[in-house]
């Protein structure tokens, strides 16, 4: 027998050797990736490549000769040897993000739940092949430069909870009912059609600005959203839709041709953000309001044909736009103490028939505040001209005789 064989340190040094090793071993070949996904990642990363820059390039980690590629490979996640989630780009702000086109190969990842591609400029149509992952619980892919239509498979994937496509080029419209547990759907700033779906219940988030979708709101929304945006659009009708909101902070469906009045239901201090500008909407603006807005609060109704008097209850928003609409009357002592006080910040009134705002013409605005007041039946004070922005125009009163029509009597400052 060797020398090396009898020496008990020798002896204790190789059992150390097999404790350690042979178990670390073992743990890599468990680890290792199913032969499938390899494969796929194989075919991600022929049809997808880095766009050059400083940074470090994303596809750096992917050594398909690494012996453990769910520990070492960027972007990916490994359960029990399946790849569960993949996110391709490192999303870095100095990171151009990658270029090429989306496999499908893709879906050879069947344990996949979640699928991201930060921005870039990926080309070419989603695979109609995304639809067999049904695990996909979110798929993101904004900001890049993908075409066609959304597969309808995806809107079949029953664990789907996020979708985000934003600020691509697709084209096509989407179903007329979406069905499932989505509770998240971005859709925002790409070239989709036809009519806004019904949407499934459950939701909580919904943007779907700067498309070309047209018709009305649906009558029935999932009464649990609480972001809602279709700014930019081309919709039209009443927003009756609307009214079974009560979860909602966020409401945006400016650049419109929506009509009609503004349920009462809508100004309420928990809808914090209320952007109505630039449609055809008509009527009274509530004066029996709580006035209960705070800090944060934006209300803008601008550009339509409100008529009536300026309620109170508005006057503690924070930022107040109801310029170019038909509002007369005096303005409510209550918009003078929230401007004054600096709780409201910015006060925009120009373009109406407004014919009082009682305040000293030698009182100075706080520096932090914005107030226009233009263009009224009044001889605004000084205060009320000097922030107003140039789409205001340069006449500080309107002409007499239009201000007739609205207002009897004199018109005044206070």
């Known amino acids: 027998m060797s020398p090396h064989h009898q020496n008990p340190i020798y002896l204790l040094l190789t059992l150390v050797h097999l404790l350690i090793f042979f178990p670390l071993s073992t743990q890599l070949r468990q680890q290792q990736i199913s032969t499938v996904d390899l494969a796929a990642l194989h075919q991600i990363k022929s049809t997808l490549t880095d766009i050059p820059s400083a940074s470090s390039p994303f596809f750096s980690t992917w050594d398909f000769n690494s012996p453990d590629p769910c520990s070492t490979f960027s972007g990916v996640t490994c359960s029990a040897r399946r790849l569960t989630s993949l996110t391709l780009g490192n999303g870095l702000s100095d990171s151009p993000g990658l270029s090429g086109f989306l496999t499908p190969f ?19 149509p989603i695979p109609v092949q995304i639809g067999d992952l049904k695990k996909l619980r979110v798929i993101s892919l904004t900001n890049n430069r993908l075409t066609g239509s959304i597969p309808d498979s995806i809107w079949n994937l029953p664990y789907l909870h996020t979708l985000d496509l934003s600020h691509n080029q697709l084209t096509g419209s989407v179903p007329a009912c979406i069905s499932g547990g989505l509770k998240v759907l971005v859709l925002a700033s790409n070239a989709l059609t036809g009519a806004m779906p019904e949407l499934p219940p459950q939701l909580l988030h919904v943007d779907l600005k700067d498309n070309r979708l047209s018709g ?35 409401l945006d469906l400016s650049m419109n041709h929506f009509s009609g009045p503004i349920p009462n239901s809508l100004f309420r201090p928990s809808l914090s953000s209320m952007l109505l500008q630039r449609n055809n909407l008509s009527g009274v603006v509530p004066t029996h309001l ?41 303005v409510p002592e209550e918009y003078i103490e929230s401007v004054w006080s600096g709780s409201t910040k910015t006060l925009y009134l120009q373009h109406n028939y407004l014919s009082s ?50 207002n009897k009597g004199s018109s005044s400052v206070g």
């Not at 893709?106 to 930060?118: A, P």
């Not at 800090?295 to 508005?314: K, M, Q, R, W």
């Not at 605005?365 to 009044?378: I, K």
Request: with cysteine; glycine share 8%.
């Open 290 to 330: 709580s006035p209960s807005y705070g800090p944060g609060s934006i209300v803008d109704l601008s550009h339509n044909f409100l008529t009536g008097e300026l309620p109170a209850a508005l006057a503690v928003v924070e930022s107040l736009y109801l310029n170019h609409n038909r509002l007369i009357g005096k």
């Open 216 to 250: 009305p709101l649906p009558e029935k929304m999932p009464s649990t959203i609480r972001y809602f945006s279709a700014s930019g659009n081309e919709m039209w009708g009443p927003l009756n839709g609307m009214e079974s909101l009560s979860e909602l902070v966020y």
């Open 357 to 406: 705002f009682p305040v000293d013409r030698d009182r100075a605005l706080p520096e932090s505040v914005a107030l226009c007041l233009s263009y009224n039946c009044m001889v605004p004070p000084a205060v009320g001209v000097t922030d107003c922005p140039a789409s205001s125009g340069a006449r500080v009163s309107r002409p007499e005789n239009q201000c007739s029509v609205f």
């Open 106 to 124: 893709l879906s050879n990842l069947s344990e996949l739940t979640q699928l991201i591609l930060f921005p870039g400029i990926v080309t070419g």
